[in-house]
């Protein structure tokens, strides 16, 4: 068994999205993904299929063009090489999940941007 928490040790970074790694399992990756209002991850894609839960606040996340308003509790999957983008409209909790083979470096990188 693995266990994190999605609240404990929330640090926002107040210059650009904060990374953390929840844990791993043998197929994926958990991520916490710390929005400050306002804050932007600019259009990516991955290689693998990703899902996105919306744990804390609302982020407008845009898919090919389509931009859904997507709040606390709100759950999304996306298949690989689909271009998406978040924009934090509030402080913003964010967990996504991962494939094994996707790599954190990649999701830091998007963060930067």
Do not use: C, W
Not at 21 to 38: A, G, H, S
Not at 84 to 93: C, P, Q
């Amino acid at each position: 068994m693995k266990k994190s928490s999605l609240t404990e040790n929330i640090i926002f970074n107040q210059v650009k999205p904060s990374i953390s790694v929840l844990f791993e399992t043998d197929t994926t990756k958990e991520i916490r993904v710390l929005m400050k209002k306002n804050q932007v991850m600019q259009e990516h894609k991955t290689s693998f299929p990703i899902t996105v839960e919306i744990f804390e606040g609302v982020i407008d996340f845009g898919v090919n063009g389509t931009t859904y308003n997507l709040i606390k509790g709100d759950l999304v999957s996306l298949e690989a090489s689909v271009p998406h983008d978040l924009v934090a409209k509030a402080d913003s909790i964010v967990r996504l999940t991962l494939s094994k083979l996707d790599t954190v470096e990649r999701v830091i990188k998007v963060s930067e941007n």
